[in-house]
């Protein structure tokens, strides 16, 4: 016993002198500015197959753990897929997009079509890690997400954009996170903490085969619990019914799912809170065309810079043919050029947050279609973000200045 408790001291005695001697280190030996600069000329350089994983190589922060980092927009993963009704797989999308996102190295990532790169622009981005999500306890990482989500959005913003500096735009001061799921239930959380950062219901618009407005008693009407109803096809049902959402002006989009019963009541039965999304189904692309897609969402949702939008991306709204990778396919989606064109319209909305959900990558193909299409979704959502912000408001398509008329609009 005597013994065991002198090895104790020695090791505890042992652990303090080393961890003495690492922080003697990092406090008092620097490197002379010289020296730096040569390590930085000759080791800097990173390629796009090497270095640590991070989303595009941002610098990896865990962000919940350093009340002090401070950003503009910040990668969040959210690796939760125990609210999942067909394919688990979802906790494993955000380590899958941010290696995908390996070739958007910062300084090759100039977006021609935004005439700006995302990542050598004004805003501060951080890799903020994962979210410790408990897989045990649906209610409790409902109770996770929630807490980090309120807890990095409601940090001052880095810096304030440029061009934003002096307009009266709800979101100026504040950091906007990009969710990397996980399933689609992580936008309750998400949506929740966001009512609480602005005060008011949250415009969402909503790319997705399926409308995930569904009431919780659609899968069972006799086996329910308050937490049964936290899954991934009734989030917004709730997040509706508790008054997050601006009904008015949100939208779904990319839908293709069938119904429930032997009618359309999910689609018309009055009086239920969801109902007031506006839809655009996946079959409209074939008359409305991209542009039309963008002219009907820009109409709904409106610029007003008073009003916050939340994008959310469930990668099922692509084809399963060229996006496998995902837990509820549905066969008649759209391609993935079709999707990024749409993104790339709807630039100029107030996004305050997004998400990109339900990559399963054990559903992917060699290819990596469907994480390859997360990240370039990613891409597109900062790009817009940042160009938001940027004093260089002007650049249109592939950089060229102004914007051509189109029906009497601007060309977006």
């Known amino acids: 016993m005597?013994?065991?408790?002198?090895?104790?001291?020695?090791?505890?005695?042992?652990?303090?002198?080393?961890?003495?001697?690492?922080?003697?280190?990092?406090?008092?030996?620097t490197?002379?500015?010289?020296?730096?600069?040569?390590?930085?000329?000759k080791w800097e350089q990173e390629w796009s197959f090497s270095g640590i994983s991070t989303f595009a190589h941002m610098k990896p922060v865990k962000c919940l753990l350093e009340p002090d980092e401070l950003y503009d927009i910040a990668i969040i993963g959210a690796p939760f897929d125990t609210a999942v009704s067909y394919r688990p797989g979802a906790r494993f999308g955000p380590r899958a997009i941010r290696a995908a996102s390996a070739r958007q190295l910062p300084g090759t990532s100039f977006n021609a079509r935004a005439g700006i790169n995302p990542y050598l622009s004004w805003a501060t981005l951080r890799d903020c890690g994962d979210i410790?999500?408990?897989?045990?306890?649906?209610?409790?990482?409902?109770?996770?997400?929630?807490?980090?989500?309120?807890?990095?959005?409601?940090?001052?913003?880095?810096?304030?954009?440029?061009?934003?500096?002096?307009?009266?735009n709800i979101g100026k001061g504040r950091p906007k996170l990009v969710t990397l799921g996980?399933?689609?239930?992580?936008?309750?959380?998400?949506?929740?903490?966001?009512?609480?950062?602005?005060?008011?219901?949250?415009?969402v618009l909503h790319f997705d085969a399926h409308l995930d407005t569904w009431n919780p008693v659609r899968y069972a009407s006799?086996?329910?619990?308050?937490?049964?109803?936290?899954?991934?096809?009734?989030?917004?049902?709730?997040?509706?019914?508790?008054?997050?959402?601006?009904?008015?002006?949100?939208?779904?989009?990319?839908?293709?799912?069938?119904?429930?019963?032997?009618?359309?009541?999910?689609?018309?039965?009055?009086?239920?809170?969801?109902?007031?999304?506006?839809r655009i189904h996946a079959d409209d692309i074939d008359d409305m065309g991209p542009a039309g897609v963008v002219d009907s969402i820009i109409d709904r949702i409106g610029l007003d810079p008073s009003?916050?939008?939340?994008?959310?991306?469930?990668?099922?709204?692509?084809?399963?043919?060229?996006?496998?990778?995902?837990?509820?396919?549905?066969?008649?989606?759209?391609?993935?050029?079709?999707?990024?064109?749409?993104?790339?319209g709807i630039e100029r909305l107030n996004l305050v947050g997004a998400d990109i959900v339900e990559v399963s990558p054990s559903y992917d193909n060699v290819g990596e279609t469907t994480a390859l299409a997360a990240a370039q979704v990613a891409f597109e959502i900062i790009t817009s973000m940042v160009k938001a912000g940027s004093a260089q408001e002007n650049l249109g398509w592939y950089g060229k200045a102004g914007k051509k008329e189109r029906g009497g609009k601007d060309e977006l």
């Open 2 to 29: 005597a013994f065991a408790k002198a090895l104790l001291l020695a090791l505890l005695s042992a652990s303090s002198v080393l961890g003495h001697s690492h922080h003697h280190h990092d406090d008092d030996e």
């Open 31 to 41: 490197v002379p500015e010289d020296k730096r600069a040569e390590l930085l000329m």
């Open 132 to 168: 410790p999500i408990t897989p045990f306890d649906n209610a409790l990482a409902e109770r996770q997400m929630y807490e980090a989500f309120l807890e990095l959005g409601t940090r001052p913003a880095k810096s304030i954009a440029p061009a934003t500096a002096s307009r009266d």
């Open 182 to 203: 996980g399933d689609h239930s992580v936008a309750l959380p998400a949506l929740r903490a966001l009512y609480q950062i602005y005060q008011k219901p949250i415009t």
């Open 222 to 278: 006799y086996w329910l619990s308050e937490q049964s109803s936290f899954n991934h096809g009734s989030f917004f049902h709730i997040a509706s019914s508790e008054g997050l959402i601006c009904n008015a002006t949100s939208a779904h989009a990319g839908i293709r799912t069938r119904l429930t019963g032997a009618d359309d009541s999910d689609y018309t039965t009055p009086g239920t809170p969801e109902q007031g999304f506006m």
């Open 307 to 344: 009003q916050p939008v939340y994008l959310s991306v469930d990668i099922d709204v692509l084809d399963p043919g060229t996006a496998p990778g995902t837990g509820t396919p549905e066969p008649g989606g759209w391609t993935t050029r079709e999707m990024i064109r749409i993104l790339r």
